[in-house]
Structure formats: C-alpha cells, structure tokens
C-alpha cells in the first residue's frame, strides 16, 4: 500500500535558470519579472529563489498571449505554430526536406518538392511550422 502524501509536496518547482530556460528568456530577465510581482517566487532553506511550477505555466501561457497580440489570425486547424527562420532546404527529385529554427527548437518538415517550390522556401526566409499530429508523446525531464 502507497503511503499518502500531500499535492503540494509532489509540486515541482523551478530555479531562476531553469525557468529562463523554460521560458527561452535570460535569468536576469526572469528577476526582473520576479522583482515586479509577474511571476510569484518563495525562497529555499538556503535563501534561492524558487518558482512553483502552476506558476511557470500559467505565465508560460499569459506570455505567449502577450507574445500574439496584435498579430494576424491565422485561419488553420493546427494550433501549434512555431514561427521561425528556415535553416535548411534539401531537395530531391520528388521529396524535399525544410529546417525550422523557431528559438530552441528546430523542426523538421518532409513535403513535396512541388510544394517547397510553390512557396519559393529558400535558407533564410521567415515561415511558420504549424504542428498537427494524432499522437503527441510527453516525456518526463
């Protein structure tokens, strides 16, 4: 039998560094939000800033918001856009293959020749990678 234990000990909470990293942003710019109260921290034993991890990903969402504002909708059904800058086109006789560095990730799209010409993709264009899939996987960090 599992011994009990409470939701708040099971919460994960976040480093300065880890939650700029998280975030995409430098660990000054996270004190700084800290030190103006948009995202709420405790301190360890040993004194270190922490933020809980509700926390993180409900300002992870409100900046994303603010991120979008003012932007143009885009009228899709793929909600997991990731704007970017091409880093790579490789292309085949038929096939082709396109590299988006959108901040930290880089993404990976096969598609037709016939379609990268139509959009004239080339290295160093701006374009979107929008995401749609039938099965995400999660992995634990």
């Given amino acids: 039998m599992r011994a009990a234990c409470s939701y708040r000990a099971l919460m994960q909470t976040y480093t300065i560094g880890q939650a700029a990293r998280l975030l995409g942003v430098s660990p000054d710019t996270v004190r700084r939000w800290a ?64 590299e988006i560095q959108a901040g930290p990730h880089r993404l990976v799209s096969l598609l037709t020749r016939e379609a990268v010409e139509e959009l004239g993709l080339a290295v160093g264009m701006e374009a979107v990678a929008r995401v749609k899939a039938t099965n995400v996987h999660i992995d634990r960090a």
């Avoid at 059904?77 to 970017?84: D, L």
Wanted: zero cysteines.
């Fill in 35 to 98: 030190d103006a109260g948009r995202i709420p921290t405790s301190r360890d034993e040993t004194g270190k800033r922490l933020i809980g991890g509700s926390d993180l990903a409900a300002y992870s969402v409100a900046l994303a918001a603010e991120a979008n504002e003012g932007e143009e909708t885009a009228y899709t059904t793929a909600r997991n856009a990731f704007p970017g800058i091409i880093t790579a086109v490789k292309l085949g006789d038929v096939a082709a293959q396109v």
